[in-house]
């Protein structure tokens, strides 16, 4: 039986979802993840699975860096 994945992105909830489907998206970290087997809710991170499907994080911008420097 194939697993079906619920998330939650932007404070909205979304499944049943295949790992497959799951790729479509485009994961952060701040979205949370469960299925059946997880005692509740965990970020995207956490779960080995789809932990692959995150979007990439874009380096910080030149303003980002100046400003943390000061």
Known sequence: MLQKYFLIKNGIK????SI???KSFKLSEHDLIWRE?????????????????LSPKPPKSPFE??????
Not at 65 to 70: G, R, T
């Open 14 to 17: 979304y499944g049943p979802y």
């Open 20 to 22: 497959e489907q799951l």
């Open 37 to 53: 087997g997880l005692p509740d809710w965990v970020k995207v991170s956490q779960l080995e699975e789809v932990a692959g499907y």
């Open 65 to 70: 860096k100046e400003f943390i420097n000061i």
